[in-house]
Nanobody, 117 residues
């Protein structure tokens, strides 16, 4: 069983920044870990992947966030971060941490990010 706890969401003005954190209850570098990622779900829209990082450290970004968001990790703390810069109202959503563990997906409870114009 994998537990994920997100934090760092909030209300920010357009152009501002936020950093989300996701603490995992397992060793994110374990051989059982496939990847970790951040998804978001805006009202009326499907949940979409924002960024991911593999166990080997390879990263992927969705086109809308390339150049603005950065995914990173602190392996000693089993924590994954999402640094979000140049935020705009279209980034408003609930952001979810995702971990693929032994090929099964696990989700955090989500953290709300609201960007005002």
């Amino acid at each position: 069983q994998v537990q994920l706890v997100e934090s760092g969401g909030g209300l920010v003005q357009s152009g501002g920044s936020l950093r989300l954190s996701c603490v995992a209850s397992v060793n994110i570098l374990s051989i059982n870990s496939n990847s970790m990622a951040w998804y978001r779900e805006a009202p009326g829209k499907q949940r979409e992947m924002v960024a991911s990082i593999s166990r080997g450290g390879s990263t992927f970004y969705a086109d809308p966030v390339k150049g603005r968001f950065t995914i990173s990790r602190a392996t000693a703390e089993n924590t994954v971060y999402l640094q979000m810069n140049s935020l705009n109202p279209e980034d408003t959503a609930v952001y979810y941490c995702n971990a693929v563990w032994v090929s099964r997906p696990y989700w955090g409870q989500g953290t709300q990010v609201t960007v005002s114009s």
